[in-house]
């Protein structure tokens, strides 16, 4: 995928809708998430950590629950409560954006450059070193 891509979501603790242009101009770090996935358990509150030591304008990082495959929103709330997860999570419609990405399975992180084209897909195998050397790239373009 690189064509450009767009959507609006839902901000969980705001309710707020947020789109992705908003971020025009920078690049995107985006990952698909549910609370019951084992892989998710480790790589949510990893992505959280570097979200909370970067704290840059550089770049945007998003959380997407995906609604669709989730158990619950109490077992949703739950896991960002008990993991303290400080990344603006959005709720997915169903699996719209998911599949809008072409996503297989969760987690799924896709780093999208500041036009916002898709620029690697790293899913529940890849990890979080190679992320962090995706991310690397998106900051030095």
């Not at 409560?81 to 399975?105: A, M, W």
Request: hydrophobic residues 35%; proline residues 4%.
């Amino acid at each position: 995928m690189s064509e450009k891509v767009n959507f609006s979501l839902r901000n969980i603790a705001n309710h707020q809708l947020v789109s992705l242009s908003d971020f025009t101009g920078k690049p995107v770090i985006l990952q698909f998430w549910v609370s019951w996935c084992p892989d998710c358990m480790r790589e949510v509150p990893l992505l959280n950590q570097f979200y909370e030591s970067m704290r840059s304008e550089q770049i945007v990082v998003i959380s997407i629950n995906v609604s669709g495959r989730e158990g619950s929103s109490e077992q949703r709330d739950e896991f960002i409560s008990r993991n303290h997860i400080s990344i603006p999570v959005l709720k997915d419609k169903g699996t719209e954006v998911y599949d809008q990405f072409g996503c297989k399975g969760v987690p799924t992180t896709v780093l999208l450059s500041a036009d916002h084209t898709v620029q690697e897909v790293y899913g529940d195998k890849d990890t979080f070193p190679n992320m962090l050397h995706g991310i690397s790239g998106l900051l030095t373009r």
